[in-house]
């Protein structure tokens, strides 16, 4: 080749560069690629960095179990604040301050105060709530079906929760299956995938999230089989407990494929 | 000066071939600043870690994890879960240990020593509260639990403070108090 005409070669050359930049692949398009390969699992936990999870014993036990798991992994769901108390009720997640002193109440700092209140004084980026299961959705009041009375209350406390804590994302999370041994006793699990059902759509009109863990945990008879239960009734065990966490990893994975969440832009907030 | 043209653009279109290059992924895990903490010096939550000098006092957690053959097994909650759920502040105590079981047995160890006499007298109050809390909460909701809750009470020896519930309660109790 002579040598003049290598000046004109590159000059081609770089008219192609500068022609097709796409072809090098940009971070914000791969972002909301739905094949986008699986995040690492410490990468998606950091999904529930400085977020507040508030409910009943299912998120005491799922409490547990974390803080179990945080003893060989440190990091294991690190970021959640845990609030929760064993009989606390959607009714309870409905109040503006304490209506009555119980141990159901939510605590901070050993002071019993509302969702709401504890929402404002931590001001947590996401707050994900599991209620239900001591709410009586069997029984019917002043006209209104329990699911009724139940999804009332979710969207007062959601109203609740956007007046104290305006830019935190609001999560609620499906109510987990029974086991047989409740099924025979009180056959509440159609009502409750009833309730989990307008729960979802609830949400949806709300604007707020909606995780289904019920469908994870469930058997072929659509019950929470015994081996992923401790007390063979309500509670998830450990095994329960990992598929819990397993569905929560899998919630983030899937709002990183959508676009509406980024590893990243997490990490550049927080500076 | 073709040469000087020449170099110029080789340099200008490498650089611009590095630029593309460097934004192929929208994450990598090295990227992020969550990346697990590396084993050698991760401290489970809690805790001290653990002395290296043999001269060094046992810390709180290893008297229990001797005291009581199934503290492994239990989920180790924080100062941060003490303070909120007991309303014990850090300043109040120099060491703790702090177990539930997973389940809802009512299985519990509560060891911390108080920081001085004036905290030691809140503490006190604190702990008492907190068993009535406990007791409360799982009397209708968990019957067994509340059973082992029940027999549990709130022990002291100079400026350390023991409670424990279990079916063993009160030899690890002993043997932590022992120790004092």
């Known amino acids: 080749m002579k040598k003049t005409n290598l000046p004109r070669l590159l000059l081609v050359l770089l008219c192609c560069l500068l022609a097709f930049p796409g072809n090098a692949g940009i971070a914000e398009d791969s972002r909301a690629d739905a094949s986008a390969a699986r995040l690492p699992d410490s990468v998606l936990m950091t999904y529930y960095d400085h977020s507040m999870f508030a409910g009943d014993s299912l ?57 709401s209140q504890i929402a404002q004084t931590l001001q947590p980026e996401k707050i994900f709530v599991l209620a239900g299961l001591n709410d009586n959705f069997a029984r019917k009041s002043k006209g209104e079906t329990g699911i009724e009375r139940g999804l009332r209350h979710v969207e007062t406390a959601v109203g609740l929760l956007r007046k104290t804590v305006p830019e935190a994302g609001l999560f609620f999370i499906s109510l987990t299956p029974v086991t047989k041994k409740i099924e025979d006793k009180r056959h509440i699990q159609e009502l409750w995938n009833e309730y989990n059902r307008q729960l979802e759509e609830k949400c949806n009109e709300l604007g707020i999230g909606y995780i289904d863990i019920a469908d994870s945990l469930k058997d072929e008879n659509g019950l929470l089989p015994g081996a992923l239960s401790h007390d ?29 969440w980024s590893p990243s832009l997490s990490e550049s907030a927080a500076e | 000066m073709k040469k000087m043209l020449s170099v110029i653009l080789v340099c200008f279109s490498v650089l611009l071939l590095t630029a593309c290059g460097s934004r192929t992924a929208a994450v990598t895990p090295a990227e992020t600043a969550s990346a697990a ?40 909650f924080t100062g941060d879960d003490l303070l909120d759920l007991l309303g014990i502040e850090p300043g109040e105590y120099t060491d703790l240990a702090f177990m539930q079981d997973t389940g809802m047995s009512g299985r519990e160890i509560i060891a911390l020593y108080a920081a001085d006499e004036e905290s030691a007298g809140h503490i006190s109050q604190a702990l008492n509260d907190y068993l009535e809390r406990r007791r409360d909460e ?43």
């Open chain 1, 59 to 115: 998120i005491c036990m799922f409490r547990n179990y974390v803080r179990a798991r945080q003893k060989t992994d440190p990091q294991y769901f690190a970021g959640i604040d845990f609030r929760c108390a064993y009989s606390f009720t959607l009714q309870m997640a409905a109040w503006e301050k304490v209506m009555e002193s119980s141990s159901a109440n939510l605590k901070y700092k050993a002071r019993e105060m509302t969702l």
């Open chain 1, 232 to 260: 063979k009734e309500y509670h998830l065990n450990d095994a329960g407990n990992e598929i819990f966490a397993q569905v929560l990893l899998d919630y983030a994975q899937a709002q990183y494929e959508a676009g509406r």
């Open chain 2, 37 to 76: 903490v590396p084993a050698e010096t991760a401290v489970p939550a809690g805790t001290e870690a653990p002395a290296e000098n043999a001269d060094t006092p046992q810390t709180l957690l290893s008297r229990v994890e001797t005291a009581a053959s199934d503290a492994k097994d239990l989920a180790y």
């Open chain 2, 138 to 180: 799982t009397r209708n909701y968990a019957p067994e639990a509340y059973q082992v809750l029940s027999k549990a009470h709130v022990e002291r020896k100079n400026l350390l403070f023991v409670l424990i519930s279990g079916p063993d309660a009160e030899a690890e109790t002993a043997a932590l108090l022992a120790g004092e």
